[in-house]
Every structure is written in structure tokens, then in C-alpha cells.
């Protein structure tokens, strides 16, 4: 897995220097960039998470946690704001930000939320990960074995499968067996819950 990077995004020069010295003290990558458009000219895909100014001139930090939504981007965002806005807090928790703090913010209250934000990316990295091993297996499998698939998440028996399917259990068996292997399944738990994803994958 990729080492995460904290992108830190503010157009206060002196915040911005000091965040990133704070973090990078704690012994994590920074990037730092004083508008959201220097970050989306930058950014490369990298697993991470973002500390965000809220009120910024051009584009916003709400601005930017809506683009990056739409664009398919999961990074974690904890919000800074220089103002108690209490709306536009409930705003971005609504939208997934991990955590709301008001400048001048208190250094273990943003260091641990940093902390919450870059395990909630490792996790969302995860995931991609598991998705694309996933997608790529399914796509190898057979017709036959696609179908059987469908059959055991379903959760019918093999003997149930070979009836449907007009042939033997020792048939449904062998396929079923293949396709475990393929999509690293130990478990029919673990074949629901792969397929699962690919299924979330398609629809995002």
C-alpha cells in the first residue's frame, strides 16, 4: 500500500507553515498548498487525507470537499475554521468530514484527528484494493462459473444449483471450487461479501 500523505490546504501563510511543521513533527508525509486550486493541479491520486481551511478566497473548503465527491476522490478531510460556523460545520459532517475544529486549534485535538482521518483512508485504500482484485477475477471467470456464483450467493445448496442448472452436484462442485479459488473466497460469507463490492464498485 501506498504511504499516505496529509495535504494541508490554507491560504494563511503562517497557519499553513505551522500545520505542516506540527504534522511533520508527529513523523507524517506533508503536502501543503495554499488554495484548493494549487492542490487540484497537484494532486496525483495519492492515498491520504486533507486539513482544510474552510473559508478561503476562489474556492472554499466545502467548495473543494464537493468536487473531490464528484470526482470520485475518498480523502478524509478535517475542517479548520477561523469562525464558530455551526451550519456549515453540520454541512461538512453531512458530507463526510471527519472532524470540524476551530482555529486557533488545540495540537493533540488535531493531531488525533488526523490520526481518525488517515485510518479512515487506509481503510477506504483497502477497499479500492479489494475491489480491484475482485473486479479483475470476476472478469476471468467462466459463463458457467458466473452462474453458479450467482446460485451460491443466493445461498441454495449445490444439489439445489445442479437441479437449476440441468446438471450433477459433482459438477457444480468442481465449478464451485474454481471460482473460490479465483476470487480468493474461503467462505460463502467471504464470496457474498466480495461480490458485494464489486457490486458498489459498478454502481459509484
Do not use: W
Not at 494563511?12 to 505542516?20: R, W
Not at 498548498?33 to 482544510?52: E, H, K, M, N
Not at 453540520?90 to 490520526?115: C, I, Q, R
Not at 450467482?150 to 468442481?174: C, D, S
Amino acid at each position: 500500500m501506498r504511504p499516505a500523505t496529509v495535504y494541508v490546504i490554507d491560504d494563511d501563510s503562517e497557519v499553513l507553515a505551522a500545520t505542516g511543521r506540527l504534522l511533520e513533527s508527529a513523523g507524517l508525509t506533508v503536502a501543503a498548498f495554499q488554495s484548493p486550486l494549487a492542490f487540484l493541479a497537484s494532486y496525483d491520486g495519492r492515498t491520504g487525507c486533507i486539513v482544510l481551511d474552510l473559508a478561503m478566497p476562489e474556492l472554499t473548503g466545502l467548495d473543494l470537499q464537493q468536487m473531490l465527491a464528484e470526482r470520485g476522490r475518498s480523502l478524509p478531510i478535517v475542517f479548520l475554521t477561523g469562525r464558530g460556523d455551526i451550519r456549515s460545520c453540520a454541512e461538512a459532517m453531512k458530507e463526510g468530514a471527519v472532524d470540524f475544529l476551530t482555529k486557533p486549534v488545540d495540537e493533540s485535538d488535531l493531531l488525533a484527528a488526523v490520526s481518525r482521518a488517515l485510518g479512515k483512508a487506509s481503510a477506504l485504500e483497502q477497499e479500492h484494493i479489494d475491489r480491484t482484485r475482485v473486479e479483475s477475477a470476476l472478469s476471468v471467470l467462466t459463463p458457467r462459473e458466473r452462474q453458479v456464483l450467482e446460485q451460491v450467493v443466493a445461498g441454495r445448496r449445490n444439489k439445489q444449483i445442479a437441479a437449476e442448472l440441468g446438471t450433477v452436484e459433482k459438477t457444480i462442485k468442481f465449478h464451485r471450487g474454481n471460482l473460490m479459488k479465483k476470487l480468493g473466497a474461503r467462505s460463502v460469507a467471504d464470496l457474498v461479501r466480495l461480490v458485494q463490492q464489486a457490486t458498489v464498485a459498478a454502481s459509484s
